[in-house]
């Protein structure tokens, strides 16, 4: 396939928070002329998910946060704040101007349309 590589969080992201950053797990299937990405970002805050391509890099960052109901006191808490994070790399094989992007049920379908294939191309030269 080739078509897309996973980098993680880059070690050049300056930390502007304490609070931790999670990678969300993906699978990337191919059906025809079509990637489908799947990353799972349960609890993320719709409003803050930020889906950017900026010269072949996908990057995907999303907000989670936890809240107590009211009128409940918090016992034990193992859920943590954060920000998701995750970028990957397109080939030129990968249309990047016509992404389709959904959330549902904390998880994100990116679904990216394979590039027209321009194939060889025949090249006439004029003599002069």
Same mark, same amino acid.
């Not at 928070?17 to 990337?28: K, L, N, W, Y």
């Not at 803050?48 to 946060?65: E, F, M, P, Q």
């Not at 918090?74 to 954060?82: K, M, P, S, V, W």
């Given at each position: 396939?080739?078509? %897309? +590589?996973?980098?993680?969080?880059?070690?050049? /992201?300056?930390? /502007?928070?304490?609070?931790? $950053?999670?990678?969300?797990?993906?699978? %990337?299937?191919?059906? @025809?002329?079509?990637?489908?990405?799947?990353?799972?970002?349960?609890?993320?805050?719709?409003?803050?998910?930020?889906?950017?391509? #900026?010269?072949?890099?996908?990057?995907? /960052?999303?907000?989670? +946060?936890?809240?107590?109901? !009211?009128? =409940?006191?918090?016992?034990? %808490?193992?859920?943590? #704040? @954060?920000? =998701?994070?995750?970028?990957?790399?397109?080939?030129? !094989?990968?249309? @990047?101007?016509?992404?389709?992007? /959904?959330?549902?049920?904390?998880?994100?379908?990116? +679904?990216?349309?394979?590039?027209? #294939?321009? @194939?060889?191309?025949? $090249?006439?030269?004029?003599?002069?």
């Amino acid at each position: 396939m080739n078509q %897309i +590589t996973s980098n993680g969080p880059s070690a050049a /992201t300056e930390l /502007t928070s304490t609070a931790p $950053i999670f990678t969300p797990p993906a699978d %990337i299937l191919e059906k @025809g002329d079509a990637v489908v990405m799947l990353l799972d970002v349960p609890g993320a805050d719709p409003a803050s998910l930020d889906v950017t391509l #900026d010269k072949r890099i996908l990057t995907i /960052t999303a907000r989670v +946060t936890s809240d107590t109901p !009211q009128g =409940y006191v918090a016992a034990h %808490i193992e859920f943590r #704040d @954060g920000t =998701y994070e995750r970028r990957f790399v397109f080939s030129e !094989q990968m249309d @990047g101007e016509h992404i389709d992007a /959904t959330l549902k049920d904390g998880v994100l379908r990116l +679904t990216v349309p394979k590039a027209a #294939d321009t @194939g060889a191309k025949k $090249i006439s030269v004029k003599a002069e």
